[in-house]
């Protein structure tokens, strides 16, 4: 059901000269420090197609675009020769200033060549949109996310290594529980990460997101929206029966289990008398990917 797993790495040297690469191209970098640069036609350039950046704002792009009419391209792309096509080159860090150079017209690009496999342009590429841009939320998400499936780091490790708060990535990654319609309004900027936290434990999250859209609701009122109706005050024909409140601790172990897995954990603890941990799948990717976990040997 699922591809061939690239050969998981620790976060050993190789991400630490991929960091290297990133910083290669910022401005306060020493002269002797950048490699030997390129010029290259913008129209032999091509994006890479496993970049994690899939929304370009037109409005930013025209304002990047009038700040290189004005001062050039300053820092250089990163690329390498394309696999595939002769006397082409595959962008690995640069696609948002390749675009605006395109508006404002310009011939050809300062660039960097590096000779890089696919692994390691992957890498690079969630690498540096995650330092250098301005990621929503679901796309940042989705580059720890890769990171950690595809590359075996652990959050605790991409979070000393990125400068970000394990509870950042964690709390990034649950967002990818929801469905892809509740995911499209936070990449459109109609929810907030605040108010898609607040919708990932509830029973109909598509629903109440289009309800917090509709009447503009704030983060706050959208956690006491999504409260379960009996704590909301709602009357019914029939008192439900009282239900206790989970405790800090197994919220929190819901919580890390669903940001280590990428689905929804339930926890439902019964005390001396056992419990259950439900575990809910989306897509049959998802379910192969639980049943490795599951069989993998310990």
């Known amino acids: 059901m699922s591809e061939k797993k690239i050969e998981r790495r620790g976060l050993g040297r190789g991400l630490s000269a991929l960091m290297a690469d990133v910083n290669l191209v910022s401005p306060s970098a020493e002269p002797s420090q950048k490699r030997a640069e390129h010029r290259i036609p913008v129209e032999k350039l091509e994006p890479n197609p496993d970049q994690p950046r899939r929304d370009f704002e037109p409005a ?3 304002e990047l675009a009038a700040s290189i009419r004005e001062k050039g391209v300053i820092q250089p792309l990163i690329v390498r ?4 096509k002769e006397d082409f080159f595959e962008i690995v860090a640069g696609e948002r200033r390749w675009r605006a150079a395109q508006i404002a017209q310009l011939h050809d690009l300062p ?3 590096r000779d890089l496999d696919d692994i390691e342009v992957l890498e690079l590429a969630i690498i540096e949109n995650i330092q250098r841009a301005d990621l929503n939320s679901i796309e940042e998400a989705m580059g720890y996310r890769q990171l950690m499936e595809r590359f075996g780091h652990t959050q605790e490790k ?3 290594a990125l400068s970000k708060s394990r509870s950042h990535i964690a709390n990034l990654i649950r967002l990818l529980q929801l469905p892809d319609e509740v995911q499209t309004w936070v990449r459109e900027g109609k929810l907030s990460a605040g108010h898609a936290r607040a919708l990932i434990t509830t029973e109909n999250p598509v629903a109440l ?9 704030s983060v706050r009122e959208t956690e006491r929206l ?3 109706r009996q704590e909301t005050g709602v009357t019914a024909t029939k008192a439900p ?3 206790s409140e989970k405790d800090a601790d197994t919220r929190a172990l819901e919580q890390d289990l669903s ?3 990428g689905m929804r954990v339930v926890i439902d603890h019964k005390g001396l008398d056992g419990g259950y941990l439900t575990v809910t799948y989306r897509t049959l990717d998802q379910l192969d990917e639980l049943c490795q976990v599951l069989s993998a040997p310990h």
């Open 60 to 62: 930013l792009l025209e």
């Open 81 to 84: 020769k394309h696999p595939k």
């Open 111 to 113: 660039v960097v060549v």
């Open 241 to 243: 029966a009282p239900k």
């Open 259 to 261: 940001a280590n897995l």
């Open 158 to 160: 991409l979070a000393e």
């Open 209 to 217: 997101a289009l309800e917090v859209i509709a009447k503009g609701l």
């Open 226 to 228: 999504a409260k379960p």
